[in-house]
């Protein structure tokens, strides 16, 4: 199974011990809201696993796929309270298929503006 194929057997199981075996102990995550790269594992997993949350219900669906030999863009669209979300997801792999950088770029910025509140409300709970 590649990094790629654990990712998306990750988004449909939700399984957070899955989520952390795939992380790099390195990894790091960027936020299309937050200024400076988030580096290791467990703020990258929190912030993942924050996001499946707050982005992962009925209406996730990954519309586009682009690979590389170590990674992937990944598009995808959602409706969170009405508003229709769109962004990608570019995600790079080791040779053993964990996830060493993970960015996440959405559109638009109402849509951006609302998953500010939403993360920091998600990221809060987890503490």
Known sequence: MTGLDSWYAYMKSH???????????????ESPVVH????GRDITFK???????VLG?????YV???QSER???????????GIEI??????????EG???????MVRPLKAINMLHRLMAEQLAAQS
């Open 36 to 39: 400076t790269p988030q580096r």
């Open 57 to 61: 219900g009925p209406d996730f669906t």
């Open 86 to 95: 769109n962004g990608v997801d570019i995600i790079s792999f080791d040779a």
């Open 47 to 53: 912030y993942l696993s924050s996001a499946e949350q």
């Open 15 to 29: 399984d957070r011990t899955a989520l952390w075996d795939l992380l790099h102990p390195d990894a790091v995550f």
């Open 98 to 104: 964990r996830i060493t950088h993970f960015k996440v």
């Open 64 to 66: 586009g796929e682009w």
């Open 71 to 81: 990674g992937a863009v990944l598009e995808f669209k959602t409706m969170i309270d």
